[in-house]
């Protein structure tokens, strides 16, 4: 999968309801796509969406997200949400970390899962049992190059 497929599915989440808060309701129509593409596909996905999030774990976006930057959870749940409202904004905030949203109310925590979710619908499998595993991490301060050897202080 090319970026512009991800970013393709990626502008299928429900904006009104991402905005308000109906993470679940927001990312149906994501989940019901991924669902229909190949398993290669779906892991595909699942990568391009570990390396957004990783390039957007650096500490001047740590510094730019306001409420959320008092965990490590939260950092991560704040950067899921600046992916699933699309391209344009992502690349916006990947330009200016002074744009990372402020508030707790601005999280997309299920967008870590919705890969796994349809694997898991596809296949009859247990969620659990999802066998892909990302090259890069996703998790707060993975991005060792923009943290240079320091750990997020959270």
């Not at 969406?49 to 510094?63: C, F, G, K, N, V």
């Not at 299920?110 to 990302?134: C, M, R």
Request: with cysteine; net charge negative.
């Amino acid at each position: 999968m090319h970026a512009d497929a991800f970013w393709r599915l990626i502008a299928l989440i429900d904006q009104p309801q991402l905005a308000a808060s109906d993470e679940s309701g927001a990312l149906a129509p994501l989940q019901a796509a991924l669902e229909e593409v190949e398993i290669a596909e779906l892991f595909a996905f699942d990568e391009l969406l570990a390396r957004a999030l990783y390039e957007l774990d650096t500490p001047s976006h740590l510094d730019g997200s306001g409420a959320s930057s008092t965990s490590s959870d939260g950092f991560l749940y704040v950067r899921c949400w600046v992916v699933a409202r699309g391209l344009e904004h992502y690349v916006a905030v990947r330009k200016d970390p002074a744009l990372m949203p402020q508030s707790l109310e601005e999280w997309c925590e299920p967008l870590l899962l919705v890969a796994q979710e349809a694997w898991a619908a596809k296949t009859g499998a247990d969620p659990a049992d999802y066998p892909h595993i990302s090259t890069v991490s996703y998790e707060t301060g993975a991005n060792q190059a923009a943290w240079r050897g320091r750990r997020p202080d959270l």
